[in-house]
């Protein structure tokens, strides 16, 4: 059973930087992909970078340029490096994980998931 845990969430002011990690551990195969989601009150979770073990990366159009997803397998960990804030970002962030060769983007094809971590960013 992989086991996630997500931390490094805060508050920043529009313009900051914020870097997330997520500690994976419970399996002896690393999952195939791995990704950070968002949910803001009322919004339906979104996805917003994802990276394959072999290290190709996806990102939504609106955090291109802005957010950096990267991956250790050694150390099981994956890590979403935030900068140029904007309050629009502001949401529970989460770090998930899948075995499904391809995993694009999308949500409802990860399995294992975080508990979340809060990201604000004020205006």
């Known amino acids: 059973q992989v086991q996630l845990v997500d931390s490094g969430g805060g508050s920043v002011q529009a313009g900051g930087s914020l870097r997330l990690s997520c500690s994976a551990s419970g399996y002896t195969h690393s999952p195939y992909c791995l990704g950070w989601f968002r949910q803001a009150p009322g919004k339906e979770r979104e996805g917003v970078a994802t990276?394959?073990?072999?290290?190709?990366?996806r990102y939504a159009d609106s955090v291109k340029g802005r957010f950096t997803i990267s991956r250790d397998n050694a150390k099981n960990t994956v890590n979403l490096e935030m900068n140029s804030l904007k309050p629009d970002d502001t949401a529970m962030y989460y770090c998930?994980?899948?075995?499904?060769?391809?995993?694009?983007?999308?949500?409802?094809?990860?399995?294992?998931w975080g508990q979340g971590t809060q990201v604000t960013v004020s205006s």
């Open positions: 990276i394959e073990r072999v290290g190709w990366t």
């Open positions: 998930a994980a899948t075995y499904a060769y391809y995993c694009g983007i999308v949500p409802g094809r990860f399995t294992y």
